[in-house]
């Protein structure tokens, strides 16, 4: 007897939009939603400026942080990867991330956007991605296994939190 598993969920993604600054500033408004990203959204001029930085991205590397949209085409968050933006951590490795409205939670979408983002990046050519996630976020650490990464190392951010490095080659 086979188990039957179910569906992914439709979820699209797309290069952010001037528009999608200010979608994501009212998803992250959202403190569940900010719990492992300092608790708060930021000013919506610093998701101005992250959207228009993605949008370099994609054009010059073929990848960002990109929206993620639901069947319906409303933005949910985003998804995507990124070069690894700070001294510390793992410097020169490209970053694989999400963040999802609260009302998105649990339906699949981080995973099945994750998988897409994975897929973009093998055709790129990108030889394998980080994933760096709170220690106590136990739902994006689910989101890493279903993406079949592997804990790699445990790092203290400059805040003083504990975190995981999870990767996966390509």
Do not use: K
Request: hydrophobic share 40%; charged share 25%.
């Amino acid at each position: 007897m086979s188990e039957t598993l179910p569906a992914a969920p439709v979820v699209q993604l797309r290069v952010p939009t001037d528009e999608d600054a200010l979608a994501w500033h009212r998803i992250f408004a959202d403190p569940e939603v900010m719990e492992f990203h300092g608790g708060a959204a930021a000013e919506l001029s610093v998701y101005e400026e992250l959207t228009a930085r993605q949008r370099r991205h994609d054009a010059e590397r073929g990848f960002c942080l990109w929206t993620m949209l639901n069947g319906e085409g409303a933005p949910i968050g985003f998804t995507g990867a990124q070069p690894w933006p700070y001294a510390w951590g793992p410097s020169g490795e490209i970053e694989i991330g999400w963040r999802l409205a609260r009302r998105a939670w649990g339906r699949g979408y981080a995973t099945a956007a994750a998988r897409t983002t994975l897929d973009r990046l093998r055709a790129l050519g990108v030889p394998s991605v980080v994933a760096m996630v709170d220690a106590r976020n136990e739902r994006s650490i689910a989101v890493t296994r279903r993406l079949g990464m592997e804990r790699a190392e445990t790092f203290t951010t400059p805040t003083g939190r504990t975190g995981h490095c999870f990767r996966l080659t390509l």
